[in-house]
């Protein structure tokens, strides 16, 4: 079972399954397989904050709706 | 030998003896380039502060070497500008690689760094940050660590100079390694191709990924978790990101920074530099000036109405200093503490209505101080289509801080809902040109993606530095076209030239803009500076309504002489020029109407 980043649930950790092609994710840590917390969400059309291993990051609305996650175990 | 397709770069080859300082964006390459060479480059708490290189000179066993600032990158992928600009560094055969690890992004540090060694340059590596790294609860073996990387690892805090000297003496010794054994691998746990990731022609063709595994593995083992409670500035940091209450905090912030400056700058003005000049400096001049003899137009030239000696002091010192200096000191503030991303973060919806993305809204910030850096600044976009918009937002909507504060000493001591209405109509030039360019330029926007740095509290000298970098910079850069501004005033009054031309403009300036004919002075001044373009109107008697449309005109007018070179240099001759005549055409275009609507208002009530 998997979901975009963009609607899952935040305060949770998930993998994820896979990513669109945007080098700029890959080269900050956002790839398949890595495990990512949703932090937050911004309402009326804006990104998520997701946290990685050891760095914060904020992921524009379109692309992380292409980004596929499923929850971690 | 590496395995890596150089290819030759004669810019890049250009100096030899070359060290490179390299590592992500925002781990505090440019402050250990302040310190190690003098050379005072803006940093502040937000990625791409350096757009392109800076270089100055390191001197290290006796040898002076050049230290370029590489711009921070996240990978070497060349997938953008800065990456380009970083691979040519290191296709140029330089001598050491100063490598600036995060402590508190230990995983992605190593990766990039694991990328950087490929490349069998000899490396000395700085742990920095290790500040922040301790407060979160992050402890970090440096002897594993420089085990693992096989490379000498130094814990640094850059901003208070804390191991520095260790860094040097670190790179004096990795230097003289490398002049008796030119050949020796001067790695410890790889050889050379042994860990070498993709280039093309290599057979091993890893991915990123691995580099990432890699990283992972090597920070799990080098870092143990201390059980520290999260302090109190992190709490702030992850409270500032939330909407809730992100948002509020964000304005409040905003608020209070307005009201420092707005109010600080008004008091220093009335309190202080009103009577300096009016009471003091400009009495002094009219004394010396009418003990000596000379034709009356000359007299008036120098300390008439318009005079060099009394516009200079009025103008530059009482009108425009006080508020540079505030914007510099709140302003520096917030971009050392990692408020600004945040900001980005939190109002990208709000930015993307308008067609461009969250991290657009730093440069706009920027542009409130001075629309030269912020255009350099808007490098960092990644459609040429998001730069053209937000440099034109910057240009016809931004008002720098010079000009805003000739706007406050205009408008305030009128009114205060004069000042609200006038930056209410700039706010809708805002919306109209986002929309308007969006619409416009072919392309697209890319969505927002931005790191979000640790919250930090500016350390004192590193903050005070830059403060007086920033306004020494304005000083030498302002005061020039502003000292001509004021002679060529001082010239047009007191000759009758200006009579000349108001005569001549008349009909746009008093019929159709409403404005007294002498207000022709600020259409010529404004092509110079932004502010000269408002000074001019604090001599006239104005109606209110006459405040408002001269305002508004000068705030959408010509972006001054030194932007249009910006644009000139970084875009084309054309953008400057459409900008230019595009501002010139809005601003009487809009200030006309606006006059119209008054006049009618004024009838029908």
């Not at chain 1, 899952?8 to 790839?31: A, N, Q, R």
């Not at chain 2, 006080?322 to 000191?329: C, E, G, H």
């Not at chain 2, 542009?367 to 016809?396: D, M, N, Q, W, Y």
């Amino acid at each position: 079972m998997s979901d975009n980043l963009y609607h899952v649930e935040k305060g949770k950790e998930y993998i994820v399954v896979d990513t669109p092609d945007l080098k700029l994710l890959s080269s900050m840590g956002v790839f398949e397989g890595v495990k990512i917390r949703k932090e937050n969400i911004y309402k009326f059309g804006g990104p998520v904050s997701v946290s990685l291993a050891t760095r914060k990051i904020a992921i524009g609305k379109e692309v992380a709706e292409k980004i596929l996650v499923k929850e971690a175990v | 030998m590496s395995c890596h397709e150089v290819s030759f770069n004669k810019e890049a080859l250009r100096s030899e003896n070359q060290i490179l300082l390299m590592g992500a964006p925002n781990v505090g390459k440019s402050v250990f380039f302040s310190c190690l060479t003098n050379i005072h480059v803006i940093s502040s708490n937000y990625t791409g502060t350096t757009v392109s290189y800076m270089e100055g000179t390191l001197p290290l066993n006796g040898t002076a070497y050049t230290l370029i600032d590489v711009p921070g990158t996240y990978s070497l992928t060349a997938t953008s500008e800065a990456e380009d600009v970083a691979i040519r560094f290191l296709s140029g055969n330089p001598e050491a690689i100063l490598f600036v690890l995060n402590a508190a992004d230990l995983e992605g540090s190593i990766k990039l760094a694991l990328e950087v060694l490929d490349y069998n340059i000899p490396m000395v590596a700085a742990l920095n940050l290790s500040d922040v790294a301790q407060r979160q609860g992050k402890e970090i073996n440096v002897k594993l660590l420089e085990q693992e990387l096989g490379i000498p690892i130094v814990p640094t805090i850059a901003v208070k100079k804390q191991g520095l000297n260790e860094l040097k003496e670190k790179l004096e010794e990795v230097l003289s390694r490398k002049n008796r054994s030119k050949t020796g691998p001067f790695r410890i746990s790889y050889s050379d191709c042994a860990s070498c990731a993709g280039c093309s022609g290599c057979p091993k063709g890893t991915s990123a990924l691995t580099y990432w595994e890699r990283a992972k593995k090597i920070a799990a083992v080098s870092v143990k978790k201390t059980d520290a409670a999260p302090s109190k500035l992190d709490r702030f940091g992850d409270a500032l990101l939330r909407p809730w209450p992100g948002i509020l905090l964000s304005i409040l912030i905003v608020l209070i920074s307005l009201g420092v400056v707005v109010g600080a700058g008004k008091a220093m003005r009335s309190v202080l530099l009103l009577p300096l000049v009016n009471q003091g400096i400009v009495p002094l001049f009219e004394r010396l000036f009418s003990s000596i003899a000379m034709p009356e137009m000359l007299n008036n030239v120098l300390i008439g109405q318009y005079g060099i000696f009394r516009i200079s002091f009025e103008w530059i010192l009482a009108l425009v200093m006080p508020y540079v200096i505030l914007f510099q000191l709140v302003f520096s503030f917030l971009e050392d503490s990692g408020i600004l991303p945040r900001m980005a973060v939190l109002f990208d919806n709000i930015m993307s209505k308008l067609g461009v993305q969250g991290g657009s809204l730093i440069h706009i910030m920027l542009g409130f101080g001075c629309a030269v850096p912020a255009i350099i600044g808007t490098r960092t976009a990644t459609t040429r289509k998001e730069r053209l918009i937000v440099t034109s937002i910057i240009c016809f909507a931004v008002p720098c801080i010079s000009q805003t504060g000739a706007l406050i000493s205009l408008l305030a001591d009128y009114s205060y809902w004069m000042l609200l209405a006038v930056f209410l109509t700039g706010a809708m030039v805002f919306v109209l040109i986002s929309r308007l360019t969006g619409k416009m330029l072919k392309g697209k926007v890319d969505p927002l993606v931005i790191e979000i740095p640790n919250l930090l509290i500016p350390e004192r000298k590193t903050y005070f530095k830059k403060f007086f970098v920033r306004v020494k910079e304005f000083l030498v850069d302002a005061e020039g076209p502003m000292l001509i501004a004021v002679v060529i005033a001082a010239l047009l009054a007191e000759t009758g030239v200006l009579a000349g031309i108001s005569s001549f403009l008349k009909p746009l300036v008093s019929g159709w803009l409403g404005l007294p004919a002498e207000a022709s002075m600020s259409l010529i001044l404004g092509i110079i500076r932004r502010e000269m373009s408002v000074a001019p109107l604090l001599t006239m008697e104005l109606t209110g309504l006459q405040m408002y449309v001269g305002a508004v005109v000068s705030f959408v007018y010509v972006p001054c002489l030194s932007v249009f070179g910006i644009l000139a240099k970084e875009f084309n001759l054309k953008v400057a020029l459409s900008i230019a005549a595009g501002t010139v055409f809005l601003a009487l275009f809009l200030g006309g109407v606006l006059n119209h609507i008054g006049i009618f208002l004024q009838i029908l009530f």
